[in-house]
């Protein structure tokens, strides 16, 4: 399984770097990037531009990969403790920050690749605990959403009946998709096969992302979930807008939300049942 793309742009800027929130009763709020007082929002965009450029490329190249991007102040004032910045999904760190941050990606990207090599080829209940089993563990841990607590990586068997459901959104860069809906689900994709990227949502239930430039903004789906609210903090933490929520006359609620392509996603959780 592929890891990451990341974009890196160092600086040699002198000063504290910090995020500021301006705007307010006349104007909308938004957050600047401030290193030794100045203004440097401009280094965002810049940096913003790059990651579009690399996914272009590698969208052309039919490859699902996800692209980050960092600023890296290299002379900066930074703090003993702390001092990480985000804006949008791009960060922001000191030289030691960032290498622990790239570090993280790769156990990540190590533990994701033994998730899936265990599902391709089982291990002897012989072996001792590995990179696979810790994988398993993390798997269950984040992963497990109600209902779906029969579920594991892969389709399985089934019988003539049952089927399995693959919902798709096509969208028009893979690069920018995927941390949205990183931000959406909470977690990277479950699976990344070619160049579609794959949720899990329960035993035989996928959702995948596409390259798909002619349908992109055309994926239309409601999904019923356990607890509403666990995706709206979700969605608040990852500056994710949505529509209003809503409550139906039979105690549904119900929330709206469009990725950047706009594919529209609905999610409807049920009323509690009645003792």
């Given at each position: 399984m592929a890891g990451s793309v990341w974009v890196i742009d160092a600086k040699l800027?002198?000063?504290r770097p910090e995020k500021r929130r301006e705007g307010g009763l006349l104007r909308p709020r938004e957050e600047k990037l401030y290193v030794g007082g100045r203004d440097c929002s401009k280094l965002i965009a810049g940096l913003e531009k790059q990651l579009v450029?690399?996914?272009h490329v590698i969208e052309e190249s039919r490859l699902a990969i996800p692209v980050r991007g960092a600023l890296c102040f290299i002379d900066a004032d930074w703090p003993v403790l702390g001092g990480d910045?985000?804006?949008?999904g791009l960060h922001v760190r000191s030289p030691r920050s960032l290498l622990r941050l790239l570090l993280a990606d790769e156990v990540r990207r190590t533990l994701d690749a033994g998730a899936h090599a265990?599902?391709?080829a089982p291990m002897s209940s012989t072996q001792e605990t590995s990179v696979e089993e810790l994988a398993d563990a993390r798997h269950s841990a984040e992963h497990v959403e109600p209902h779906q607590d029969e579920a594991s990586a892969g389709p399985k068997a089934r019988t003539a009946s049952e089927v399995d459901t693959y919902v798709g959104m096509p969208?028009?860069?893979m690069g920018s998709a995927l941390r949205w809906y990183e931000a959406f689900f909470g977690r990277p994709a479950d699976e990344i096969i070619e160049d579609e990227a794959l949720w899990q949502l329960s035993t035989h239930t996928w959702l995948f992302v596409?390259?798909?430039?002619?349908?992109?903004?055309?994926g239309l789906v409601t999904l019923g979930v356990g607890n509403l609210d666990e995706y709206l903090a979700r969605w608040a933490a990852g500056s994710l807008s949505h529509e209003p929520v809503e409550t139906y006359e039979n105690g549904v609620r119900h929330v709206t939300i469009l990725d950047p392509d706009g594919n529209s996603l609905s999610l409807a959780e049920a009323p509690p049942a009645e003792s």
């Open positions: 800027y002198k000063g450029t690399v996914a910045l985000e804006f949008g265990r599902y391709r969208v028009r860069i596409t390259a798909d430039t002619a349908r992109a903004g055309g």
